[in-house]
């Protein structure tokens, strides 16, 4: 409950802009840890909580072949390696979330608990043992999120995880609840050593009263003298993934391409079309983000979408060694038959792509590229004010953390700093996206996933 309250005040701050570039400065300050774990640090000195996030390089898309969500298992158990059972130590709160392309950890505290927060954070991060008995127990729990979210329609990260079995380990029988059940305690403690080895891509964020000198200060002291964890030698959230300049269309990228129908342990059907977009450029990621988010907005105001109650929506998190993928999800109506709702969403998904520019909620490409520009470049709203403004709504003195979390996603999604982004964008303009779309977007280079319940 408590990350849907703070989810629904950040669908009420659409005020809160995420970059601060006048004049070439960072909103964030960066400094990089002893063990090479890189922060960047938001200080807001009347905060009420200061807030650390952790970012690592495992999500959804990127489980091995029969070990669907097992990124997601691995978040629950992180965290109950010192938490067993509640989400919250005395007055520090914690909790954390698994996406298509990464798993995030986050603890929230009085500025005076700082210390034990850092510390639950980075024995996290450190985690080599786990209980049989909680494991058992946070099985259920991932079931009950399964339960609560599909008949709702609310599937994307389910079928996300699916979608990587099919797509990345050619699987045509996906056990998204199975491969959780099926789960063991020494294999939990191999995925967790594997995943947070020496060299790991972690990122640390943080935000509230706390300076950047005194976090580094704090963080160093966490991780001095540990051997070989989980965060030593990472690289900055701004490095390059690996080249990513391969024919998207090129069968030796070793992705399962085509129209696959594939069956699930999941009670509702779900379509996934998806392409391989280029990704070793900034302006490439820049442009897989705009056009993700812009056609997130596009299909939620499909009316005829919404007449026949598919959820949809586009993400492009996942990056593989030769490309982004940009995923256009649906979850298809439950009294339907799969196949017409398939066919009328993917006809859905063209008119999106094919109008993209010239039909609400955007009049023009120009019209995207600069709102985009814009946003970027935009400050800070004044957050004293808005902290009056939103006083009393549920968990609003989380207010820092969520606007750093919108940042800390952005710029571990692409790989960028805030900068690099706004540079970014004065390379990006609608020609640059007009030729994308035509290039990458045409249906002789969709490909498409039809998730079926198994009977």
Known sequence: QAEKDVMELAAGMVALVVGQVAGGADLLERRTLASGVPLAVLQVKDASLQSFLAFVPTGLGHDAAGRTQWAHLLEHMLIRSTDPESLSDGDIRFNGETGDGSLRLDVHAPLAQAPQAAAKLCAWLRATDFDAEVLEREKKNIASEIA???????????????????VRHNRSVVSVQGDVDAATVEAIVAHAANTLKPGSSIAL??????????????????????????????????????????????????????????????????????????????????????????????????????????????????????????????????????????????????????GFGSRPPFRSLDELVAMTRNELAAGLPDLTLLRKQIAGRPNAELMEAQLLLGIAHREWSSRLTLPQMVAASQQLDAAALSSLIADRLTPAQASVVLLLPRR
């Open 148 to 166: 609560s979210t599909t008949p709702l329609g609310y599937g994307h990260k389910w079928a996300t995880a699916a979608w990587n079995q099919v």
């Open 205 to 354: 964020f943080a935000a509230g009263p706390m300076p950047a000198d005194e976090v580094t200060r704090l963080f160093d002291a966490q991780f001095a003298g540990a051997n070989a964890t989980a965060a030593a030698a990472a690289a900055p959230v701004a490095a390059a993934p690996a080249a990513t300049t391969a024919d998207p269309a090129a069968e030796s990228d070793g992705l399962v391409h085509g129209e696959i129908t594939a069956t699930w342990d999941l009670p509702r059907a779900h379509l996934i079309e998806w392409y391989l977009l280029p990704d070793s450029m900034p302006e490439e990621r820049l442009a897989a983000a705009t056009l993700a988010n812009a056609l997130s907005m596009t299909l939620s105001q499909d009316p005829l979408l919404k007449q026949s109650g598919v959820i949809a929506m586009a993400s492009a998190d996942i990056v593989l060694p030769t490309g982004r993928v940009l995923q256009l999800s649906a979850s298809l109506p439950e009294k339907s038959l799969p196949g017409d709702a398939a066919s009328a969403t993917r006809i859905a998904f063209r008119r999106a792509l094919d």
